[in-house]
């Protein structure tokens, strides 16, 4: 008994600190994509940030970057 409630608290650990751990991630990924932003584009309009500081999923995040190479103007980011 002992030893099952300290592999559920394994468990729990671990997946406490996946889920930490990806939060991180994405909270610097976004931070490095507005800077990418703006060192592209000038000084980011607040919707535009407020719009990328809201996006929670990894490959939405992966595609904006995957945006912020190719495109020639905000615009073509599909943002605001």
Not at 23 to 38: D, W, Y
């Amino acid at each position: 008994m002992l030893e099952e409630t300290a592999q559920e608290w394994k468990k729990q650990w671990l997946r406490e600190g996946r889920e930490e751990g990806l939060r991180a991630g994405q909270t610097e990924m976004r931070k490095v994509l507005l800077q990418q932003m703006t060192l592209r584009f000038g000084r980011l309009p607040k919707a535009i940030r407020q719009q990328v500081e809201a996006i929670s999923s990894m490959p939405e995040l992966r595609e904006l970057a995957r945006k912020v190479i190719l495109a020639e103007s905000l615009q073509d980011l599909g943002l605001g």
